[in-house]
């Protein structure tokens, strides 16, 4: 007779092999056909509304890992929310405007200048879809389930309308305004940026010292002296109207050889070092406040440098007194108009000297440093010049030095409501703590925000001029455009003409002959996105405001986080959200920033070509991603490994499922075994901690007891001594129906826990469940934990018994090593508990042997030969029966029945009742 046919193998389709580059753009398709966001939608309708909303990304180019990071994270979250109580839409989002798609279609050889500037914009909105369109193809292969057909886009009529409200909103408060200042400006942008729209990076420059002559001491100095300034940009040298001290600072006169220097008294050691000075001779001492209004000259100007005091000034670095240049610094104007300087800037939008720097008229600001650095030799004036290294702003989009440059914009003037601001930044929520004092530290040393940009694509800035150049801003003219652009578009303000865009009959005191000019600026890109609380939350009836969640990359509290609250605590008095989730940048292997000059870049379409979307799924849920996250290929084979562990646990209990039927075979609670009670309470406790760690967005702790449950819990023990039952016993026997039954709540709970990571994996698995009544394991909801009956004395009792199982394989595998057994069903084994209490724990445990998969397991008062070890002491002997040919287990029974000698009598009896037709 052929033993194998009475066993009853596990059986299954589900296959081993994930294959899920092959099988996920399947899943996917099915999705799209049965509309699963709209039927996830519809069936928790009227459950308590959870919105996180999108940060948009910029339509431009392939997806990153940095967008794969942050998509992914942002799925777990809404898909959890959905089986968890909520009514959970995730509407998706795209920033359309902005420099790189106008350098995009420059690229592609547009020429710009040969069409009107509605055509350009045109082709710009044109590219910018098709790069969305590019873009939600692939979010979509990451399997984010959202509204796709339906996206927010900040290029459309209803979104730029909303802006022009916000914008109106900002200005009728009077948060609003026009004004000369200097503000980052980019040359290879030929525009005005925000501080948001900065990166560090470093750069060499030139580091010269330079002698200002007295001209008029004021009784305080003999004329005979030169003030030293340092300067890391010999470029702003045209442009210096004053030299600032600070007030309560001690200045000295140093007297080196013929000539006499001031410093500030605490940097002369530093100044003489650097100016290698011999035996310098501290002549005179003075207060900064003492030298307010004496008078200096220019080094190769006719031109008085004014002496002012500034509380900025510092011995950090330089020479304790600093080159003033109102047109060229933030500090610089400041002070200077405080002392009624003017506003010189003879630098034009291009980066190029104009005739108000004579002498250097038509050159390159960079390049002026070496011809302004020679002049200042040629009259003696430069008394020092090296080089250095130091991190200096660059446009983050042309990734080119910036400069500042006073020029006339529009602001946004955060000051007038910033402590509105921080006591919203003190009520929200933050994921992680830090963020808080990050942002707070931001917007608490913040000013103005520069809204305005010289370039095309972009909402314009809804401002008319009258005759006299007065800018008009009005409910009435807001209304209007903003009702203008929701039905025309924002290209009207190109192709109109002022008179059109304004109300019929408008009127005003500033144009007396009815005649308007427009704003040709456009708003800045964080002014767009940063609206979407209007533009997106307010205009959809499906969201709310403020939303439950933002998250996004740790650089978006001076990007997006930044912009949204501070729009949004101007218009409203709130900020636009609750809670405030970031995560940290994507980098290599080794922790290097991936960059395409290193050869370094990961690229998920990679990852999913070759391992499939739940591997990379999975590895977000593996890393800690509020901090900097590593990926690499050796990183993603070990984040496979974890896969396959947990995807083959899965397919041993289906196989194992296949002749259960739930409401057939089902065994009520109190009638389980009590292992299969134990392991049923071990899964309430992963239920508890795997929904707790959901509630807090911590996902590496559900990934990691996950996988421990499975590896651990699960295929080393429950998996492993169950085969004995599952396979041997007859088909409806008690014990193995109760096991068959806390494998089908395992599988179907730890599906559910994992759904909102392993999108595609889990509706798989779904679909192999017996008995499940849903189309979708996307339509289900999440388990709660559930009571256990005697929960305290079955976990006190079967904890311990772990412990004791821990050391009975300590002495197996030291049996095994010591060649006294092979396998462990080769072993009798005899156990002399340490104590009472585990004496009688142990003999209250029926078949013992086959918990610890051995043939025989003896419960002992004493054994001569018994190996101590933490909590019993054991003895490990090769079992002397005969090995039983369909248990494989080893029994002096072997060979005592006449009709089956090969088997032992469990299984004997088995056969003889269950499979006698085989003989």
């Known amino acids: 007779m052929d033993f194998k046919q009475t066993l009853l193998m596990p059986k299954t389709e589900f296959p081993m092999r994930g294959n899920l580059p092959n099988k996920e753009p399947k899943i996917q398709e099915n999705w799209d056909d049965v509309d699963i966001y709209g039927q996830v939608q519809k069936r928790t309708e009227g459950r308590p509304l959870f919105v996180l909303h999108d940060g948009p990304p910029y339509a431009n180019g392939d997806l990153h890992m940095g967008h794969a990071l942050n998509k992914i994270l942002k799925d777990f979250i809404v898909r959890y929310k959905s089986m968890a109580g909520y009514n959970a839409p995730y509407v998706p989002g795209w920033d359309t405007h902005g420099l790189p798609i106008e350098q995009a279609l420059a690229k592609k050889k547009v020429n710009r200048k040969k069409m009107s500037v509605a055509e350009f914009r045109q082709k710009c909105a044109d590219y910018a879809l098709q790069q969305v ?479 499939g979307a739940d591997i990379l799924r999975l590895w977000v849920a593996s890393v800690d991603y509020q901090a900097d996250v590593r990926i690499s290929d050796d990183i993603i084979k070990q984040v496979s490994e974890g896969y396959r562990k947990i995807r083959n646990t899965f397919r041993f209990m289906l196989g194992n499922l296949h002749d259960f039927d739930p409401n057939k075979h089902a065994v009520q609670e109190q009638n389980l075994h009590e292992v299969d009670r134990y392991m049923l309470l071990r899964l309430q406790e992963l239920t508890k901690k795997v929904r707790d760690a959901y509630d807090n967005y911590e996902f590496s702790t559900i990934y990691h007891n996950v996988h421990n449950f499975c590896s651990i819990d699960l295929s080393a023990f429950y998996l492993d001594f169950a085969k004995d039952i599952l396979y041997i016993e007859a088909a409806d026997k008690n014990r193995r129906r109760s096991i068959q039954t806390v494998y089908h709540e395992i599988v179907t709970s730890l599906v559910k826990l994992l759904a909102p990571i392993l999108v595609h994996t889990t509706e798989e698995i779904w679909s192999y469940i017996p008995g499940v009544e849903e189309s979708s394991v996307q339509l289900t909801d999440l388990p709660d934990p559930k009571d256990v009956k005697d929960k305290e004395q079955l976990k006190a009792k079967w904890d311990n018994f772990m412990e004791i199982r821990d050391d009975v394989l300590k002495a197996l595998e030291e049996a095994r090593a010591e060649k006294v057994i092979g396998k462990s069903l080769e072993a009798r084994i005899s156990i002399v508990p340490n104590n009472n209490e585990t004496k009688v724990l142990l003999e209250n445990i029926e078949q013992l042997h086959q918990l610890f998969i051995v043939s025989e397991a003896n419960v002992e008062d004493n054994h001569s030969e018994a190996k101590e070890y933490d909590h019993v002491k054991v003895h490990v002997e090769k079992h002397t029966g005969d090995r039983c040919e369909r248990c494989w287990v080893a029994s002096d029974t072997v060979g005592t029945d006449n009709e089956y000698p090969e088997l032992c009598s469990r299984c004997a009896d088995i056969v003889k009742e269950h499979y006698s037709e085989l003989a």
């Open 133 to 611: 369109d590019n873009q939600r193809t692939q979010f979509k292969q990451l399997g984010v389930r959202g509204d796709w057909d339906n996206p927010y886009i900040t290029l459309t009529k209803d979104y730029e309308a909303a802006q022009i409200k916000v914008f109106g909103e900002m200005a009728k408060k009077g948060y609003i305004y026009k004004g000369l200042k200097p503000v980052y400006w980019s040359p290879s942008s030929e525009s005005a940026l925000a501080e948001a729209e900065i990166e560090y990076q470093d750069k060499r420059s030139p580091s010269i010292y330079v002698g200002f002559d007295v001209k008029d001491g004021k009784g305080l100095l003999n004329g005979d002296e030169k003030f030293i300034i340092w300067t890391t940009t010999p470029w702003t040298i045209p442009a210096n109207l004053a030299i600032a001290l600070h007030p309560d600072l001690e200045y000295a006169v140093v007297k080196v050889g013929d000539d006499k220097f001031i410093i500030a008294h605490e940097m002369l050691n530093t100044v003489s070092d650097a100016l290698e000075w011999e035996n310098p001779e501290t002549v005179q001492s003075f207060k900064g406040k003492e030298a307010e209004h004496i008078v200096a000259t220019h080094p190769f100007y006719d031109r008085d440098s004014l002496v002012i005091l500034g509380e900025h000034v510092t011995t950090e670095s330089g020479t304790g007194l600093v080159h003033t240049a109102p047109g060229h610094g933030e500090d610089d104007f400041f002070v200077g108009k405080e002392y009624g300087l003017d506003v010189l800037c003879p630098v034009d939008e291009k980066g190029y000297f104009t005739d108000e720097a004579p002498g250097f008229e038509g050159l390159f600001y960079d390049a002026a440093n070496k011809e302004i650095t020679q002049k200042l030799e040629e009259v003696g004036a430069l008394l020092k010049l090296n080089f250095i290294t130091h991190s200096y702003p660059h446009d983050w989009r042309t990734k080119k030095p910036t400069i500042f440059r006073a020029t006339n914009q529009w602001f946004a003037s955060i000051k007038d409501f910033r402590e509105d601001i921080l006591k919203e930044i003190k009520r929200i929520k933050w994921f992680p703590n830090w963020g808080e004092t990050r942002l707070y530290n931001m917007v608490r040393d913040r000013e103005d925000w520069c809204i305005s940009r010289q370039r095309t694509w972009g909402v314009p800035i809804p401002v008319f001029y009258g005759e006299d150049r007065t800018p008009i801003i009005t409910d009435e003219t807001i209304t209007h455009v903003s009702n203008l652009f929701r039905e025309h578009g924002s290209n009207i303000w190109f192709e109109w003409d002022a008179k059109d865009l304004l109300p019929e009959g408008f009127t005003s005191e500033h144009s007396p002959n009815g005649t308007f000019t427009k704003e040709t600026d456009i708003m800045d890109v964080w002014f767009d996105s940063g609206s979407s609380h209007e533009g997106v939350l307010e205009e959809r009836p499906e969201l709310k405001r403020p939303a439950d969640v933002y998250l996004e990359g740790s650089d978006q509290y001076r990007g997006w986080f930044n912009s949204s609250l501070s729009t949004s605590v101007a218009v409203t008095g709130k900020a636009p959200y609750e809670a405030i989730i970031s995560h940290g940048f994507a980098l290599d292997g080794q922790g290097r920033k991936m960059s395409k000059s290193v050869g370094n870049v990961v690229v998920p379409a990679k990852i999913m070509k070759q391992y």
